[in-house]
């Protein structure tokens, strides 16, 4: 089966501009993926599930999420869930989205490294978020809930890992991508395979490298197209 992972950018500079809702939905549309990802929620720029609902193609699946449900629905103000120490923690709302219908799925745990009793709880979360999609078992790791895995590709404190290909949507780019990029690389030779996939918040997002990444069996799979507003990889699930 074959896997969209779309990065749409923020920014508008020289040969670059701010994505929107209508750019991100003619790439569904146009797509013969079986699974598009989505990354977190971005004000402005993010579709709807009844927006992708009336866009996708038989047979596909989007991951997309929405405004937290404290903002309102699509209220285009809303904002990300906070990772600053000390502020609530008001995840966004994540759906699986077909032309048949939207399917909401469990929200975001925690956005900082977890204890141990957030891990239990991503343990038992992500048995919740483990899917079958024509025939591969996908399992959604959301942003920052990727601190609660250690280097070997497993949960910390020894906790039972899913068993699904792990798909990574975050918010904004992430940082200390030399442990990173070891984790991701580590749950693609468990599983087969790894994706991460955030919005391109960067000042010049055409030459990023972590705005999307695909690993397989342990390797990162280079392969990246973009154009003026998003960038993307596309590959068979393994």
Not at 1 to 27: C, E, H, N, Q, S
Not at 74 to 84: F, I, N, W, Y
Request: charged share 20%.
């Amino acid at each position: 089966m074959k896997v969209l992972a779309l990065t749409p950018f923020t920014t508008t500079g020289p040969g670059f501009r701010r994505a929107t809702p209508d750019d991100l939905l003619a790439r569904v549309r146009a797509s013969d993926a079986q699974l598009v990802v989505l990354p977190g929620y971005s004000p402005g720029i993010t579709p709807t599930p009844e927006q992708l609902k009336a866009a996708v193609p038989p047979g596909c699946t989007v991951f997309v999420e929405t405004a937290p449900e404290s903002e309102g629905p699509g209220k285009a103000v809303a904002k990300p869930p906070s990772k600053r120490a000390g502020e609530p923690f008001n995840p966004c709302l994540p759906y699986l989205v077909t032309c048949d219908g939207i399917t909401a799925i469990p929200s975001q745990l925690f956005a900082r490294s977890p204890d141990r009793s957030q891990i239990e709880a991503l343990r038992d979360t992500l048995k919740e978020r483990t899917y079958e999609i024509a025939g591969k078992r996908f399992t959604f790791v959301l942003c920052g809930e990727i601190n609660g895995f250690d280097a070997t590709g497993g949960l910390k404190h020894g906790r039972e890992a899913p068993d699904g290909i792990v798909i990574n949507p975050a918010h904004t780019p992430m940082g200390r991508w030399h442990l990173l990029d070891a984790k991701m690389s580590a749950l693609s030779r468990r599983n087969g395979m790894a994706v991460h996939v955030t919005n391109n918040t960067l000042k010049h997002p055409t030459g990023a490298s972590t705005d999307v990444r695909v690993y397989q069996r342990g390797t990162r799979v280079p392969d990246r197209d973009k154009n003026d507003h998003s960038a993307w990889c596309t590959f068979e699930a393994s």
